[in-house]
């Protein structure tokens, strides 16, 4: 069967999109990095002690509540993912897979197969231990059966009849190259496995193909602190290189929450794009969602970045959260805003929304 009627999902794995909406009245560049369980129970409080300052106070209260449990976020814009991940397998210019010349291959094979088994157990509907194989797993979404490479010549099974061509293509990868694609192309987040290495917390490996603003193809194999230093007003980023570093191995899992505005549903936004639209009603609204999962014993962290994009006048369905996203913007220094590319989107949202 052609790649083309990948994926055939299973409709009951499949719910609506629930896009966060992480957005406070004065926006701030921070290392915040807070526990899944703890966002979902602080979110239910009535006070604001403890509460992650990247969820306002404006947002009803069950929002993000049920966005804070869970490492993976699955719903039925789910074959559109997938399918854009697999356009870029094989490409060059940006390739679907990234592995450091310096990568410990063995080491990072080991820490993907331990990362994948954690996320089965979180979601066992998505990822599910394989009952065929000791050591294998299986995916639901891509149909992708990934298998112990110990004495087997056949690491990578096609679990349904679409699938067939899709894993004839990742079982032809040496690993850890083909534990991180069957991974990509059978989630919609995109990864990043980070390795605490004598050169300090380098990107080790990686399958980014929704970037926003940035190439992965000139990240892979740097530091966290050389990565984040383009970030505009990221100097509180930076300085925390070294602590977010131990807590990303050694703690969590975390999530944290980054946004803008676009001017496209386009799920991977250009570096250097200035955001152009005539009006608020022609913008987008795209957020982040990152899971840090901890590999202690490996000395390494699994980054997932799962990207939302959802119409802004959609998000901002009401004067409480149009006034947020207004003040947000307000709020952003000038070299902030020019390094997101929203100047237009700024004077755009002060014409149309104003701020109060």
């Excluded at 209260?61 to 789910?78: K, P």
Aim: charged share 25%; aromatic share 6%.
């Amino acid at each position: 069967m052609s790649c083309d009627a990948w994926p055939a999902i299973p409709a009951q794995l499949l719910g609506a999109q629930r896009t966060p909406f992480p957005v406070s009245a004065t926006h701030q560049v921070r290392p915040d990095l807070y526990k899944l369980d703890a966002v979902a129970r602080d979110d239910t409080r009535d006070d604001d002690r403890a509460k992650p300052q990247a969820i306002p106070r404006a947002v009803p209260r069950d929002e993000l509540a049920s966005d804070g449990v869970g490492l993976l976020r699955a719903d039925h814009c789910a074959p559109r993912y997938l399918r854009e991940k697999l356009a870029l397998l094989d490409a060059r210019a940006h390739p679907l897979v990234l592995v450091a010349p310096a990568c410990d291959r063995d080491a990072s094979e080991a820490a993907l197969r331990q990362a994948v088994a954690m996320l089965a157990g979180a979601h066992p509907q998505l990822l599910a231990v394989s009952d065929a194989c000791e050591g294998g797993v299986d995916f639901a979404l891509s149909g992708i059966g990934l298998r112990d490479d110990t004495g087997r010549t056949c690491p990578v099974v096609a679990l349904r009849a679409d699938a067939a061509g899709v894993c004839a293509r990742i079982a032809s990868l040496p690993p850890p190259r083909r534990t991180l694609a069957a991974l990509a192309l059978s989630v919609q987040e995109d990864l990043v496995l980070m390795a605490i290495t004598p050169e300090g917390f380098v990107a080790e490996a990686m399958s980014v193909a929704f970037a926003s603003g940035w190439d992965p193809a000139r990240k892979i194999g740097r530091r966290l602190f050389d990565i984040h230093q383009p970030v505009a007003e990221g100097e509180a980023l930076r300085a925390a290189s070294d602590n977010l570093a131990r807590a990303m191995v050694g703690k969590g899992p975390f999530v944290r929450y980054v946004w803008t505005i676009s001017d496209s549903d386009a799920l991977a936004r250009p570096p250097g794009h200035a955001v152009a639209a005539e009006s608020v009603e022609a913008l987008w609204f795209r957020c982040e969602r990152q899971v840090t999962l901890p590999l202690a014993a490996f000395d390494r962290s699994l980054f997932l970045i799962r990207v939302f994009v959802e119409p802004l006048s959609t998000i901002a369905r009401d004067e409480p959260r149009r006034s947020l996203i207004a003040r947000a913007l307000e709020s952003m220094g000038d070299e902030l805003v020019r390094y997101k590319g929203l100047e237009q989107v700024r004077a755009l949202v002060r014409r149309q929304w104003g701020t109060t």
